[in-house]
């Protein structure tokens, strides 16, 4: 079993950066992939990142090539999503996943954190 924690969204102006940071928890929790999901209201839950266990291998959604970047830190079981020249459009909850292999869709997610608001906005 793995439990993940979200932190570190809240509310920033269009142009502005925000750093998201996942807690993992559980006896195997650093040999899973981890990642970033998000979901805006009325739209259906998209890939934003993933990075796999050894932190070695990034994958990053389309709309957020460029601008934002994922990381972990084994020692610590986190992952961290930095996120920069943020866009209204990139208003949404984000989700942190955990996957025993590949994880670039919602159906591959083992587990999910609670989810935290991110909100851009002036």
């Known amino acids: 079993q793995v439990q993940l924690v979200e932190s570190g969204g809240g509310l920033v102006q269009p142009g502005g950066s925000l750093r998201l940071s996942c807690a993992g928890a559980g006896r195997t929790a650093r040999a899973y992939s981890m990642g970033w999901f998000r979901q805006a209201p009325g739209k259906e839950r998209e890939f934003v990142a993933t990075?796999?266990?050894?932190?070695?291998?990034?994958y990053y959604g389309d709309s957020v090539k460029g601008r934002f970047a994922i990381s972990r830190d084994n020692a610590a079981s986190t992952v961290n999503l930095q996120m920069n020249s943020l866009k209204p459009e990139d208003t949404a909850v984000y989700y942190c996943?955990?996957?025993?292999?590949?994880?670039?869709?919602?159906?591959?997610?083992?587990?999910w954190g609670q989810g935290t608001q991110v909100t851009v906005s002036s």
């Open positions: 996943a955990a996957a025993i292999g590949s994880l670039r869709s919602t159906g591959q997610a083992d587990y």
């Open positions: 990075v796999d266990w050894t932190g070695g291998s990034t």
